[in-house]
Every structure is written in structure tokens, then in C-alpha cells.
């Protein structure tokens, strides 16, 4: 029976080459699309959960409350971890690790110096919590001692290639030699933790003097901790904060600790690319969307082409045929088809995943494509569609009565033409609200990167600077700035756009607790980064001293009354004068009080540990010519520091990065709007096909009788353009209701403009106007003699 089944879909899909050709193809490209949309989706909410213990490690956060606002703390002291652990039988081990977030150099006696980023220290207990693998190697031991260090299998290829590395030095920051102890395999993408270079963690006090102090006081290590089990950690967690609640640094008793699961850090609320939730949200909507609109079509091309088969199903009822076994007839052919749409999609799949997420900016293993909770996904994908796709057209077929289809009485409610008119329109409404979410993203996009900053940031050159150039600053930035075509130049601690450090001071007339992002710069910084004054220093007054500069948020933040200028700060120093608002960090988080220390002697920030922060800018004259002048500054820059290499960025590539979130969704909406329309241009060209094929007679008798071509076209695309009008009409304000959410997350944003909906309902006309168009002229331009000759 199965047998049968099977020869009589293959014949009919072999009959109507067509539309098999749009189904299989529609289907697949639908299914390929969300397959990888929501490969993405799940490669995110996999994140660490390889790691065998996943669900009984914990990380440690501290929230303390200051004024209306609650910071989030994932660092302490080194001898926390102890504490920590004493404080419940139910945590059995722990875990600290020392992450550099700045990029460090590395240097191989035979290859040079290298800056790296992945670098972390660790106690030796890193390698029994979390689920790394040691291709060579002790892990009991391979983190015991200090100066000693685990590397990935990439740094090991990068810096010895197919040499043995165990045994081998190569040197941190230049200058502190690390023996390797151990390979360890590359970390898979859904991996929190990517580390190349894995030290011990009892290297760190050994480093030097500041080290030793932060490693006896200083809060810079993250804490995770090993549970007995998943169910204890609001046990522990209460029992914790019972006995150290409060105790948090010297922030008082409004501070207490949280446990957060290790699956739970790459979505949570302290993760370091909190646009992913923004994006899986969307990407998973998006990725429903194509799927439905592919299947979509093909039910709506199969129950249009359901009356060429209805002396089929009539004949088969007559000779004993149940309505069951027509429904598994039915049900074949759609598992036929979509199972030859399914090895298309994974065909382009394999091929075209790595493309798409370059373009995208995302990075997923290959491997993932095999991993067993994937090919699950997969399996349940083609079940689904199987199910979806071959339910409406099985119900539909097989529900025909044999009387009345043998006596030509099929149409009305059984032809279902209805619901394939309900599938156009949700076809095209969806295209439409992508058409309109795409401009709308382009538009507050384009927005934010145009809008004006209060700062000058085109031609400006940052150059990270570290420790090794503490003690030739002073004659690297002279130099500098006697080469033609410079400037000017400036000092901040850390790089605009990059980041920030943050104090608390209290406003002068509640006494509540207002945040301050700090800088410190030196005092061209006003100067060179072309900064508005709206009340200029003092020169005579602050000469010779440091001095604060307030922005304008600052100022009423803090509630200062009269003239700023020459006010005592509550901490050390005078306010020297008040800048306009600038925009220092992303856009998107809005204007921040601010306070900028001028400082004369910046050698002192450079040798202190958070150094590496550290930015020159360097404001180039727009006429010079900018590969020289960057070649000359890194020759100067080599000359004053030999200990690592020459790197830069532009100031504005700084700020555009701030976008990364909104630039994916702008790329994804013009990808998907064009796969939406192309899916749903498909699904009605089709139809338009089998509309003129069923009125091929009608079609040559109105020619007889004089009809013109214009005329035709008009008859076979007149019901068509009326459900593009009628989806124009419900993509309108739905487009507009979720583009409105979407932008009330912005503090400054577009109010869309009329236009855009103006131009994505004529664009949708044109494009169904042209794809009718194809198939109705060439139906009006056929010989009405050969249309009519056959019965």
C-alpha cells in the first residue's frame, strides 16, 4: 500500500513539473532560512551547557543598592571564595578566575611579540568544575604551581606549530616567563569562557607589588561556585547572605548576594552583548514567519490545483476507497515532498550557514550542525512540516463527494479558495510589515550614527597605551605633535565609547546617591576633541592644581546651586569649569552625568595596573593623508616602546561599533524581507499560473469576441492586486505597532515618517503587479484557436 502511495505522488509530481519545482523550492529555501535563524537561536540558549556540572555551578553577584540605583557586582576579593564556601555544607567547591578584559602581550622567544586577548588565571580546580578537555597533559596538576600555564590547541599552533609545546616559556606582558603544562582543546562557541592562555592563578600576587595588593584587597576576581545540587541553590544562597549579607566591600548593609546559574550568564542581565535577547526574540518570530509562508504556499498551490484531481479522489470513492486512506495517499505525497524540500534546505544549509552568519556578525561552530540536540531539532522541523503543510490539502481532498464531483458540481466552500485567498494576504501582509520594519531600522539607525555628539571624533586616532610606556610619554606625545599634519593630542584613562569608571556623590538637596562617570585627562582634552564650554575655567585659579569638569547632566543631577565654577567637589578638588552634555559612551544609554579630572602629571595613571585603559588621541589635519601619518606614528611609537606592539582605531569606528545590535537587525531585515517577498512572489505566480491555465477557454472565447490584451491582464490580476491592497491595509498598523515598541527602548529616536509606509505599499504593488504581469500577458498573448480546438 505504502508502495502505492509513493509511485502516485512521484507520478503527480512528475505530471505538474511546476509547480513541484515552486513547491520544492519554496519549501526548502522557507525551511533552510529558519533552520538557520534558529540554529543561532539555540546555539544561544546553549551556552555552557556542555560542561557536565552545568547545572550545580553557580556564579557569585553581589547587588548593593546606592540611591534609586542597584549595581551589580561580579567581582570580590580573593579571600571571598573561602568565605563563601564555609558558609554552606551544600557548596562543595569553587572556582576563581582573574579575567583580563584588556588585551595583554604575549612574547615567544622565537616569534616576537603578540597582543592576545584571551587570556585568564584560574585556580587549579577550573579544569575539574568546568567541562575543558587536555589534549596533553596533567589537569590534576597542569595549574598547581606558579608560572605556569595551560594554552589552547589555536595559540599552541600559532606560536610552535607542530612542535611539542609542553615544557615550552613563553612570556606574559613581555616580561613574566610561563611554562606550558598543558594543550587544551579550543573551546566550542557556546562557551561563556574562550580562553587561549589559561595561567594559574598563584602567579598573580607573584607578578609584582600591585598585584600582591590587589590579591590581599582588591575586588577583581570572579567567584563560581560547585552545589551538591541544582536544588540547593536557594539554600545556599539564603544561608549565604544570613552570614556575609552586608558585608560587601564598604558598601553597608543594603548590599546582598545572588546565586546565578552558569547556563543562565550569557542571557542574564550582567551579559556582555545584552542585545542578543533583543535579537533571539526577533530572529525566533522571524524565523516562524518564513516557515509559515512557505508552507503557506504550498498548501494554497496544492488545493488550488485540487479540482484537476477531483475525478481522482471521486473514482477512488466509488471503487471502495474511505476517506482515511485517501488522507494517507494525500499524506504521502506531502512527506514526499517535503522530505525532497528538506535535503534541499539542509543542501543550503551546509553551504550557505557560514555566509549568512558572516554577515550577520555572529560565529557558530560547524560542528554544531551535527551536535545530537540539533539533528533532534532537525528531525522535529521535518515532522512538523510534514504534519502542517499535508494536514489542510488532505482534509480538503479527501473530504470531495463522489457524486457531486463526477457531476461537475465541484466549487464553493470544498474548492478552498477562501483559505488560499486568507494565505496570499498573510503572505504579502508580512512582507509588507517587513518592508516597513527594514526602513524603519535603516532610518533610526542612520539617525543615531548622524546625531550630533557634542565632540569631534572624524580623523581622530586613538593609540591604546600600557604600563611599558610609563616612563617615555612624555617625549612620544612631543614628538608627535611636531609632525606636519598633526593637530593636536590628548591623554584620557580610558577610551571614549569603551567604557567607563563610575563614583557616587550625593545631590546637595535630597541627598540621594547620583552616579558619576569619571575620566581623567590631561588639559588638551577639551581642546583636541573640540568640547563646548558652558562655563569656562578659571585659568589663573587652576594653574597649577587638578581640577574637575562637570557636564551640564551633572550639574542638575547634583543639585549644585550658583556658579559651579570654583565650588569644592565632595571629593578632592575644585570644579574648574562646566561642559556642555557630549556623548562619551553608546547613544543607546542615553546622556550620564559626568565628571572630567584634568590632571598635570598623567605618568602616574599609565604605571598603575588599570594603565592598559589608557587612550593618546591624536587629531589628525582632514588633508593629511592618513596611511603616512599612521606609518609615521608607529615608527615614532616603536622607538619609545619596545615591549609591545603598535596598535589603533579610529575614533569613529569606536562609535559606530556602539551599533553592533541595531546593524545586525538592519542586515537581518533586509535579508528576511528579501526572502519573504521572493517566498511569497513564488506562491503567487503559481497561482496566477493556475488561474490562467483553468480559464484558458474563457480566455480565448473573450479574445474571439474582441477582448484586448490590456483587458485580460486586468481580469486574470484584478483579484490578485485586491489582496495586496486589502494586506497593505493590515500590515500598516501592525508593522507600526511593533516598530513603535521597538524604538521606545531608544532615548532618542525617529518618529516614522508617513513616507516609508507609502513607499513599502507601492513597492509591494510593483512587485505584484510584475510577477502577475509574467504569467497574464503570456496567457492574453496565446492563439485563441488552440485554447478552444480542445475539449
Known sequence: MITNYLKVAIRNLAKSKTYSVINIFGLGLGMAVSVLILMFVMHEYSYDKFHANHQRIYRVLGKVKMGDNELQMPSFSSDKALVFKNSDARIKDFVRILPTYDKIVMKSPEKGLFFEENFMFADPSFLKIFSFTLKEGNPAQALDKPFTMVISERAASKYFGNIDPIGKILSYQGKHPLQITGVMKNAPSNSTFNPDFLASLSTYPQLGQQEKNNWISGGIFNIYLLLDSEKSASIAERNLNKKEGGKLDAFGSKSRYILEGLSSIHLGNNSVDGGNNKLITVFTGVAALILFLALFNYMSLTTARSTLRAKEVGVRKVIGAGRSGLVRQFYAESVLLCTLAFAL?????????????????????????????????????????????????????????????????LGGKRSGAGVRRFFMVFQFTVSIALIISSLVVKDQLTFMQNKKLGLHKDQVLAVPLTQSIAGNYFPLREEISQQAGIQNYTFCDVGLFKGYNMFFLKNETNKKDVGIVSMLVDGRFVETLGLKWKSMPVPASFKSTNYWLLNETAVKELGIKGDPVGQDMQIAGKIGGVLKDFHFTSVQSGMKAMGVQVVNDTTNILKRPGGSKAVMYVRLDPKADIKDKVATIETIFKKYDKEKPFEYYFLDDAFNATFKTEIRMSKMFSVFTGLAIFIACMGLFGLVTFTAETRTKEIGIRKVLGSSVAGIVALLSGDFIKLVLIAIVLAIPAAYFLMDKWLQDFPYRIQIPITIYLYASLLAIVIAVVTISFQSIKAALMNPVKSLKNE
Open 345 to 409: 534546505a539542509f543542501v543550503l544549509v551546509r553551504f550557505l550557514h557560514q555566509p549568512f552568519y558572516d554577515l550577520l556578525d555572529l560565529h557558530i561552530d560547524a560542528s554544531f550542525l551535527v551536535s545530537p540536540n540539533f539533528l533532534a531539532f532537525l528531525i522535529a522541523l521535518l515532522v512538523l512540516t510534514v504534519l502542517v503543510a499535508g494536514s489542510y490539502p488532505a482534509l480538503v481532498l479527501s473530504g470531495f463527494a463522489p457524486l457531486e464531483v463526477l457531476k461537475g458540481r
